[in-house]
């Protein structure tokens, strides 16, 4: 079954399974910047396969059905790991010589998304932080799981030029609106994207905010969904972001 197809701008936006669409053959991308789902949320086969939203959100926000489910999130850390190499080295293979990735992960699967991104046939080079601020959800006689993580590395040799990019990004969870349960701000994908390059390729956009950080940069980018409820939503977003860079640029021209 052929994946359905968007254009949008400087966007185009596959609805379809990573694996096979990257099969199939995306173009040539610069870079990966992506948020896969981490199979995580619990040390137990039991704790992985309750639904995400049990999971990922608390009672309030469980009790007011926010945000759809996703799928994809329910592998134990072996299959994971298989997983998460097959997708990553087809990402690579999709890459130019010298692109990066940058593949978001927490502490649980740290590990494993490191094995994967080395057996994908990256260069590991180190890891980023989302430091998401004292407004993380606190568990009592615990340290504050205040961190997610982004392992990256590169196609082969790194070019010692450019920008130097931080390492940590502080910014709330809550800092602005969500469109999915594990969404990551926009903000701060925003300045992930400063060792981007001019494409930059998403295997699972969710609901798009890496496509918006994209468009809002003046960068192409490549994304693929396999929900379609998160597909439509990424759509929406990165129509209206590539709307209203189209009118700031009008208004500078005038």
């Known amino acids: 079954m052929k994946p359905r197809v968007e254009k949008i701008g400087l966007a185009t936006l596959y609805c379809g399974d990573a694996l096979a669409v990257l099969h199939s053959g995306v173009g040539a991308v610069s870079s990966v910047i992506t948020d896969p789902p981490y199979s995580s949320g619990g040390a137990f086969r039991g ?7 049990m999971k990922y959100v608390g009672t309030e926000q469980r009790a007011a059905g926010l945000h759809d ?10 299959g994971f790991g298989l997983w998460s ?7 690579r293979e999709a890459t130019q010589e010298g692109g990066i990735v940058a593949c978001f992960t927490d502490w649980r699967q740290l590990p494993a998304t490191t094995d994967a991104l080395q057996a994908g046939g990256w260069v590991w080079r180190g890891i980023g932080v989302w430091d998401k601020t004292e407004a993380a959800r606190p568990q009592k006689g615990r340290y504050r799981n205040q961190c997610e993580y982004f392992a990256w590395g590169s196609n082969g040799p790194l070019p010692d030029e450019g920008v130097c990019a931080p390492g940590v990004f502080r910014h709330s969870v809550a800092s602005e609106e969500k469109h999915h349960i594990a969404g990551k701000p926009t903000v701060m994908l925003e300045r992930v994207l400063q060792l981007g390059g001019a494409t930059i390729l998403d295997p699972f956009m969710g609901s798009g905010s890496t496509g918006v950080a994209a468009v809002r940069t003046g960068r192409q980018f490549v994304g693929i969904e396999i929900s379609p409820t998160h597909f439509d939503t990424a759509c929406r977003r990165i129509e209206q972001a590539q709307r209203q860079g189209d009118m700031f640029r009008d208004a500078v021209a005038s």
């Not at 704790?47 to 939203?53: E, F, G, K, N, Q």
């Not at 489910?69 to 072996?78: H, I, L, P």
């Not at 190499?85 to 990402?91: D, F, I, K, N, P």
């Open 47 to 53: 704790d992985r396969t309750v639904s995400t939203t």
């Open 85 to 91: 190499a097959l997708w990553l080295g087809l990402a």
């Open 69 to 78: 489910e996703f799928s994809g999130d329910n592998r134990d850390q072996r």
